[in-house]
């Protein structure tokens, strides 16, 4: 099999490019719990409890809600978006609430949230079921959505918190 020039120039260009495509993107990943924050305070055995109070000066009843955390100017928040967009239709249609909490006007929470997107789930007893990203990757997609599970799941199946914080991807951390 003869190649001529420029199919080898070519090649050459697309593996190029693939290269150069695959390094920057794997730049972009970042921890979601860049300074182990979360990791540690998640060790705790009354963490539940602390983060579930806290939750409730934004909003006093927390039974079968998602909390969607986010702040202003996260480039990874515009990146997420469609797949933040389908967790919330996807928690309606399994009768859950929605609630927005901007952690740039909340620092209470900001100081529990490392990074975001974010996501809390809080069951039909009030027990906290996950917290963390919405997905990993590159690109936050539906794809990778680690939080799905947890609403789709059988009500009264509660084993008790999931809490990511050793993820990878498109993350703004809100700690330095």
């Not at 080898?8 to 719990?33: E, G, Q, T």
């Not at 182990?36 to 006093?60: M, W």
């Amino acid at each position: 099999m003869k190649f001529d020039r420029a199919t080898i120039i070519f090649l050459f260009w697309a593996v190029s490019l693939l290269l150069a495509v695959l390094y920057v993107s794997s730049s972009k990943l970042k921890p979601f719990d860049p300074n182990n924050q979360l990791h540690q305070a998640a060790l705790q055995t009354r963490f539940d409890k602390l983060f579930l109070t806290q939750l409730q000066t934004v909003e006093a009843n927390l039974v079968n809600t998602v909390f969607h955390f986010r702040t202003d100017n996260c480039f990874c928040q515009t990146v997420a978006q469609g797949h933040i967009d389908s967790v919330e239709k996807l928690a309606e249609r399994q009768t859950f609430r929605n609630i927005q909490i901007n952690l740039s006007a909340n620092p209470e929470l900001k100081r529990s949230i490392p990074s975001v997107p974010a996501v809390a789930v809080v069951d039909e007893e009030g027990r906290l079921s996950y917290l963390g990203p919405y997905s990993s990757g590159m690109f936050c997609t539906q794809g990778n959505g680690l939080v799905e599970p947890f609403i789709k799941r059988m009500q009264g199946q509660n084993l008790g918190a999931t809490v990511i914080s050793q993820s990878q991807g498109c993350y703004c951390a809100l700690s330095t």
